[in-house]
């Protein structure tokens, strides 16, 4: 711990993971899209939802979809009685195992009821589609109780949904080290501060609280220049939560760094397109405070800024 205490705030890490989805799955959202449910044809003949992409016992690819209707039975169900984000109901509801009329096996959904009374294993339900469907599995919001109303019959065909993107996305309480929370204070004070290893007498920035070469703590406080020089640099291809906090569409070469200083840090516009500069370049470190998070008494968290080259 500093004099101060170390620093603490939200972080959120979330990227979206974009999967092609490959003939039998691609097939399977591409009806989804036009509020179609298709199975997959397995070696022994029954029907399987969603199409699985190789039979579990020949392993051969599964080629031969059917459609199965969005109405079906319940052969098992658990009630969620406190929904976390992201689930389909933001109110109590049931997971259920539905067989599917058409299907040999069942499909695991949400089903929409008030209570635990009003569901059973042997109850009829049908599909709540969503108003535009897209080619995903949310395209079923849910299932209700399946009343008087025939199954849907599937709309025209559509252009093929031929991957997804998955959104990933974890929260947490990101705590400073006490080096770091030093060079945090120090961002607030306009100061890039590091700390340079006693042995080999490299600083690093930010401070690491080790050298990561001798193994030793790094204990004393360097205040480094705001300027340096390029010497490695990456293409970042995939947006992310930083190249949309300095407004740049990937690809953007972003790492700077400076192994002198052990400064590394976004320069969304120091390059342009593809192509890195091959020769050492000066850029002057212009360090603009985006985000200030308060964090109670122990002062505040603050994001990096952006780098332009020196003129
Ligand atoms: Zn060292």
Redesign the pocket.
């Known amino acids: 711990m500093t004099e101060l205490g170390t620093l603490h705030a939200p972080l959120k890490v979330e990227f979206d993971y974009t999967r092609s989805l490959g003939p039998t799955l691609s097939a399977f959202m591409t009806g989804l899209k036009r509020r179609q449910i298709l199975g997959g044809v397995l070696s022994d003949g029954t029907v399987a939802v969603p199409p699985p992409e190789y039979d579990g016992r020949t392993f051969d690819p599964i080629t031969e979809l059917r459609p199965v209707a969005d109405v079906g039975v319940i052969q098992s169900w658990a009630w969620v009685r406190e929904p976390v984000p992201g689930q389909p109901l933001d109110k109590p509801f049931a997971f259920a195992q539905i067989k599917l009329d058409g299907a040999d096996r069942p499909l695991l959904h949400a089903v929409a009821v008030e209570s635990p009374d009003q569901i059973e294993t042997g109850m009829r339900v049908r599909a709540v589609w969503a108003d535009e469907p897209v080619g995903a599995i949310t395209d079923i919001r849910w299932f209700e109780p399946e009343g008087s109303r025939p199954a849907t019959t599937p709309g025209p065909e559509g252009e093929a949904v031929e991957g997804i993107i998955a959104p990933v996305k974890l929260s947490y309480d990101y705590a400073a080290s006490p080096e770091e929370s030093k060079f945090f204070r120090g961002l607030a004070d306009g100061k890039l501060i590091g700390q340079r290893?006693?042995?080999?007498?490299?600083v690093y920035v930010p401070p690491r609280g080790a050298?990561?070469?001798?193994?030793?703590p790094?204990t004393d406080e360097v205040e480094v220049a705001d300027h340096g020089t390029i010497t490695t640099i990456c293409i970042v291809n995939v947006p992310s939560d930083a190249t949309r906090t300095f407004g740049v569409t990937p690809p953007v070469p972003v790492r700077v760094s400076n192994t002198r200083v052990g400064v590394s840090a976004w320069n969304p516009a120091a390059f342009t397109g593809n192509q890195p500069t091959t020769s050492p370049v000066r850029f002057a470190l212009a360090w603009v405070y985006r985000h200030t998070v308060p964090v109670g008494e122990t002062g505040a968290i603050t994001r990096l800024g952006t780098i332009w080259p020196a003129t």
């Open positions: 290893c006693p042995v080999c007498e490299k050298c990561p070469v001798d193994g030793v790094t």
